[in-house]
């Protein structure tokens, strides 16, 4: 069943999170993930959000975004986005049917 790892963001160092993000989309790709939102524009509904960026990505299933998080080519990106953001990882399993 897919699972959706949802990213919650506050960039610090503009210039070292464009870095992260051009290198993120291999890893996330190798372990069968794909972006369904990466930093869109953004309309708070109700409440106000504490992040200035939410990133979405889904995976087949919650072992696999596991596995791509805790990965040696996610390690490169995290080392990149140390210091360049602030945020949450939250991993989720879809609903069935």
């Known amino acids: 069943m897919a699972a959706y790892v949802i990213i919650q963001v506050n960039v610090t160092?503009?210039?070292k999170y464009e870095a992260y993000k051009k290198l993120t989309p291999a890893s996330v790709?190798?372990?069968?993930?794909?972006?369904?939102v990466r930093g869109g524009a953004q309309v708070d509904l109700e409440g106000v959000l504490e992040y200035?960026?939410?990133?979405?990505?889904?995976?087949?299933?919650?072992?696999?975004?596991?596995?791509?998080?805790?990965?040696?080519?996610?390690e490169k990106s995290k080392a990149l986005r140390?210091?360049?953001s602030t945020g949450i990882f939250t991993v989720v399993q879809g609903a069935e049917g």
Do not use: H, M, T
């Not at 790709?29 to 369904?36: P, V």
């Not at 939410?54 to 996610?74: G, N, T």
């Open 52 to 74: 200035s960026r939410i990133v979405l990505l889904e995976f087949p299933d919650v072992d696999r975004a596991k596995q791509w998080y805790d990965s040696p080519e996610y």
């Open 29 to 36: 790709e190798r372990y069968g993930g794909r972006f369904l």
């Open 13 to 15: 160092d503009a210039e």
């Open 82 to 84: 140390a210091g360049a």
